[in-house]
């Protein structure tokens, strides 16, 4: 931090009037003039709350994916399916049981089992084969979409939560002062806020056990140099069968959390491979960190698209990702 | 046949392959031996798909750039052919002459393609696909949201050819002769091609593009051009595909279409230009004709079936399949000759050492 002053003082200043800026916007109560050029500031700072959401929700299913990608080099472009089949198994048992926790784990290891089944019944085969594994995966995910829509049809389905995650918290941000003087203070869904929390434990999580765990540090080896990590004694394909588990059984379980937010429907598939694959463009392939980052950056983005140029917002998402094309074709956090 | 003394037109018909011969005469007789269903639903559509799965071939063959984004790319030709010409719905319109908007659409189509070509050629390999990828969805949801110009979840209607000579094109008859010219012209074009300097280039990129960068050829711009070259195949055959349709929407450039066209080039072979045409016509062929078989519900199981059989067990699709069929045959023929020539050498006494 200290370094990063001295040696880029303009920069630093400049992060640091951003960031104060961007605080006042938040807290400070607009001014007329900066209502007329940006609307009001209820929908600024919602479109912001909601972009961080989505990114935190975008993060959970495409740091699986990501994880997936850096140590088997393998796209997994079924990846989508996994979501949906994540929420739809969890929307199951959640209904059956009553229990939404328990459907959030059941969705967690059913969809991590299936990822498994994949690596050793298909990947396994085709060791090294990039484009053919990817072929593979998209055929699995037409079968997948297509079988989805036999057995839950194209209903669309709400979850439950639990009562104390339903409702409304009111935000220590003023949005208006009322002519007698009250103050007016932005409202937002508590759920909402808790995926973000979700997504930023996961995401620590993540990192404790890719930086501090014996299992992680032969991951992160076998990302370098699998040929290597195999010579030192270490069970590779066990270790591709547990990341590939984990990296599936994220997308199930953000499934879950993403189809309580919003709502599982088909079509979901696509728009959260679509997602994952901006996101991990973005951010860069196979780094957790560049997954955190481009989730964050596309989810505002998307959001803020969305709010302030309704025909225009996909345009927005997609100038992001052809800038860091153009700038950084190995992704912003890629290695290479 | 020679490949090289055909296009340098030292080439007598006599030379040419029988079942080349066959299946011309009977491309150009097929309208007139079957029903106006089998011409145009069967026929004309099966030769629009294999030519967007053409385009993708030649990409992805020569180039090994598996792009996604090819029927994008003739999608966004249909929809300026909605928007710069003539439609019933009554957004933009704008009602320009047939030829010219033709010919916009199919360059803006091959532009767009090359802008494609820019952003992805710069990563490698499987990259190609997660860009193009993205590329084909984002366009898909933009053509959905946006009104004003691409008219949101309707799309166009009433999109029709000219009627030109006193023909109606698209009537099933003229409308298929039409697009067996222009699939014809682009397969051969794209054969030619590949036996050109700059198709040879780009299948030696394709092998090793280290290697060619240091011979001190342009990597990139050689790669883009191809992009640019598919993307005037790609947006030709997107003008036949709204012409034939008459309408375009959202649905049009879905991501199931676009993986269709994956499934189409894959399952054909893209080893040959004419592997996407073999793979269009058995889709064609299934989509028409599974209802018969399973419920037209899962038409996308079987689909996906297919296509993860040919993925697993013949990577190199139908035509692949084929080559393999050929070759075992003929090694047993040469097998069986060898064997007879053994045969007549140990029974004739081999006099050359003898007497000299």
Do not use: C
């Amino acid at each position: 931090m200290r370094q990063f002053i001295e040696r880029h003082t303009f920069w630093a200043i400049v992060i640091l009037l951003a960031v104060a800026v961007f605080l006042w916007l938040i807290f400070a109560v607009w001014p007329e003039w900066l209502t007329d050029v940006m609307g009001r500031k209820k929908t600024f700072v919602n479109t912001l709350l909601n972009g961080l959401t989505l990114g935190g929700l975008y993060f959970l299913v495409a740091s699986g994916f990501t994880l997936i990608f850096g140590l088997m080099r393998n796209v997994n472009l079924a990846h989508g399916s996994m979501y949906l089949l994540g929420a739809y198994i969890g929307y199951e048992v959640a209904e059956a049981s009553g229990s939404w926790f328990l459907g959030l784990a059941v969705a967690f290891f059913a969809i991590a089992f299936s990822g498994v089944l994949m690596q050793v019944l298909v990947f396994r085969r085709m060791e090294g084969d990039d484009l053919r594994q990817t072929l593979v995966t998209i055929a699995i995910s037409i079968i997948a979409a297509d079988l989805m829509l036999a057995v839950w049809t194209g209903t669309t389905y709400q979850f439950q939560p639990p009562e104390w995650l339903f409702g409304a918290a009111r935000l220590p941000v003023v949005s208006v002062i009322r002519s007698n003087g009250d103050a007016v203070y932005i409202v937002y869904p508590i759920y909402r806020l808790a995926v973000l929390g979700v997504a930023v434990a996961v995401g620590i999580g993540l990192w404790l056990f890719l930086n501090r765990t014996r299992i992680g540090m032969m991951i992160r080896a076998g990302v370098n140099d699998r040929e290597m990590l195999a010579a030192s004694g270490v069970n590779v394909q066990l270790v591709f069968a547990l990341v590939f588990g984990i990296g599936a059984g994220l997308a199930g379980f953000a499934g879950v959390i993403g189809g309580t937010a919003l709502s599982i429907a088909p079509g979901e598939d696509v728009r959260y491979l679509l997602a994952s694959l901006i996101v991990v463009i973005v951010g860069g392939l196979g780094s957790v960190t560049g997954a955190a980052i481009g989730a964050v950056l596309i989810g505002l983005a998307e959001q803020f698209g969305l709010a302030y140029f309704p025909t225009y917002g996909v345009v927005l998402t997609f100038l992001i990702m052809v800038m860091v094309l153009a700038l950084r074709p190995q992704g912003l956090m890629g290695g290479r | 046949m020679d490949s090289r003394r055909f296009f340098s037109g030292n080439v007598s018909i006599a030379e040419l392959h029988p079942a080349l011969v066959i299946t011309a005469v009977f491309l150009v007789a097929y309208p007139s031996f079957t029903s106006d269903f089998f011409t145009f639903q069967i026929g004309a559509y099966a030769l629009i798909l294999g030519t967007i799965a053409l385009s993708l071939m030649m990409l992805a063959g020569y180039g090994g750039m598996v792009s996604l984004a090819q029927l994008t790319v003739a999608g966004l030709a249909g929809y300026l052919m909605a928007i710069l010409g003539e439609n019933s719905v009554g957004v933009m319109g704008l009602g320009w002459p047939w030829w010219l908007t033709v010919i916009v659409s199919i360059g803006a189509a091959a532009l767009f393609s090359a802008f494609i070509g820019a952003i992805s050629v710069r990563t490698e390999g499987i990259y190609t696909i997660m860009i193009t990828l993205a590329i084909a969805v984002a366009f898909f949801y933009f053509v959905r949201q946006n009104y004003t110009v691409f008219n949101g979840f309707t799309g166009f209607a009433g999109v029709v050819p000219p009627t030109l000579f006193g023909i109606y094109w698209r009537d099933p008859v003229p409308f298929y002769y039409l697009s067996l010219a222009v699939a014809a012209g682009f397969l051969l074009a794209v054969f030619y091609a590949s036996r050109s300097t700059f198709g040879l280039s780009l299948q030696a990129i394709r092998d090793n593009p280290r290697r060619m960068r240091a011979l001190g050829y342009n990597v990139t711009l050689h790669r883009i051009a191809a992009y640019f070259l598919s993307g005037i195949i790609a947006g030709t055959a997107g003008v036949l595909m709204v012409w034939f349709n008459g309408r375009i929407s959202p649905g049009s450039v879905g991501v199931d279409v676009v993986i269709d066209i994956l499934v189409i080039a894959v399952v054909g072979g893209m080893r040959h230009p004419l592997g996407p045409f073999l793979g269009a016509i058995g889709f064609v062929l299934l989509e028409n004709f599974a209802i018969d078989l399973i419920d037209r519900e899962r038409f996308n199981t079987v689909i996906g079936l297919a296509f993860l059989l040919v993925v697993l067990f013949s990577p190199d699709g139908l035509l692949g399949l084929w080559n393999r069929f050929r070759d075992r045959i003929r090694l047993q023929r040469n097998a069986r000759l060898e064997a007879t020539r053994a045969k007549r050498i140990d029974t004739t006494p081999s006099g050359s050492f003898d007497n000299p």
